[in-house]
């Protein structure tokens, strides 16, 4: 099992910017695809971005296409999460997840197996 711990949550005014970090500890990180999601209150979580365990192609939800990139970097056990452009409506908890099985596309919403304990990101109008 693999833990994830979230970072570089907080509060932005809209059309402004944030990066996400999530950092892997436990099981292997590389060979395993990672994604991003989001919880805002009242919804049900989405998938966000996935990015495959080469680090190309990546995947984005049409909402945030163009506004968010995912990033990886084995070597540091890290993803990351570029918020560009952000948007009230991108107010959510966000978590980092990796992908149960190995050597999967990324391309969500399922088969991510071990979740985050999320970061929250506001933002004002």
């Known amino acids: 099992q693999v833990q994830l711990v979230e970072s570089g949550g907080g509060l932005v005014q809209a059309g402004g910017s944030l990066r996400l970090s999530c950092v892997a500890s436990?099981?292997?990180?590389?060979?395993?695809?990672m994604g991003w999601f989001r919880q805002a209150p009242g919804k049900e979580r989405e998938f966000v971005a996935g990015i495959s365990w080469t680090g190309a192609p990546s995947y984005y939800a049409d909402s945030v296409k163009g506004r968010f990139t995912i990033s990886r970097e084995d070597a540091k056990i890290t993803v990351w999460l570029q918020m560009n452009s952000l948007k009230p409506e991108d107010t959510a908890v966000y978590y980092c997840?990796?992908?149960?099985?190995?050597?999967?596309?990324?391309?969500?919403?399922?088969?991510?197996?071990?979740w985050g304990q999320g970061t929250q990101v506001t933002v004002s109008s």
């Open positions: 997840a990796a992908e149960t099985h190995r050597y999967g596309s990324g391309h969500g919403p399922n088969g991510f197996g071990s």
């Open positions: 436990g099981r292997s990180f590389s060979g395993y695809a």
